[in-house]
T-cell receptor
Framework: NAGVTQTPKFRVLKTGQSMTLLCAQDMNHEYMYWYRQDPGMGLRLIHYSVGEGTTAKGEVPDGYNVSRLKKQNFLLGLESAAPSQTSVYFC???????????FGPGTRLTVL | AQSVTQLDSQVPVFEEAPVELRCNYSSSVSVYLFWYVQYPNQGLQLLLKYLSGSTLVKGINGFEAEFNKSQTSFHLRKPSVHISDTAEYFCAVSERNYQLIWGAGTKLIIKP
């Protein structure tokens, strides 16, 4: 099993460009999450999903959109990237909302 | 859980010395407790978890943590650290049927 995978691993964008980050999990988990990690701020939840076709806002949702069209995939979109969105993005999945989360390796995004 | 506090942003310790990383949380209900570890340039992985039962929990790589309900703490300890323990450690708490709340992280710095 691959666990949780993220594509791409690195990306550089110019301000105003758009992109989509892909997260895939092969553990049949219902719950999936997108976090951003910034120095000294730990993990902050952007959006999460409690099942196929459902999404919800987390702590810092502004400037991001998500979709969960298939149970195994969770997409994070940036419609118009800003320098403040320079960060490392982690996807995670879990079998329950309050349980252990399994993380992907991360995507390092730089917005110039 | 309304908040999770990791009291130290960095903890320097000599190799082979003991270490304690502190975590306190605020909640008035039963909680699940987790410690995750993030090695440099990697995603997070579970170190140990407390769901119920014995308050002393043993995890991977010789780490253990003790749940103290009266002090709402879940401190992580290791009796003798190794250079390979250099990483950032995150405490996370969830109230049953609710999502994880994350601490800001503690960087463990091992001095030779």
């Amino acid at each position: 099993n691959a666990g949780v995978t993220q594509t791409p691993k690195f990306r550089v964008l110019k301000t105003g460009q758009s992109m989509t980050l892909l997260c895939a999990q092969d553990m049949n988990h219902e719950y999936m999450y997108w976090y951003r990690q910034d120095p000294g701020m730990g993990l902050r939840l952007i959006h999460y999903s409690v099942g196929e076709g459902t999404t919800a806002k987390g702590e810092v949702p502004d400037g991001y959109n998500v979709s969960r069209l298939k149970k195994q995939n969770f997409l994070l979109g940036l419609e118009s990237a800003a320098p403040s969105q320079t960060s490392v993005y982690f996807c995670a999945s879990s079998p329950s909302l309050a349980g252990e989360q399994f993380f992907g390796p991360g995507t390092r995004l730089t917005v110039l | 859980a309304q908040s999770v506090t990791q009291l130290d942003s960095q903890v320097p310790v000599f190799e082979e010395a003991p270490v304690e990383l502190r975590c306190n949380y605020s909640s008035s209900v039963s909680v699940y407790l987790f410690w995750y570890v993030q090695y440099p340039n990697q995603g997070l992985q579970l170190l140990l978890k407390y769901l119920s039962g014995s308050t002393l929990v043993k995890g991977i790589n010789g780490f253990e943590a003790e749940f103290n309900k009266s002090q709402t703490s879940f401190h992580l300890r290791k009796p003798s650290v190794h250079i390979s323990d250099t990483a950032e450690y995150f405490c996370a708490v969830s109230e049953r049927n609710y999502q994880l709340i994350w601490g800001a992280g503690t960087k463990l710095i091992i001095k030779p």
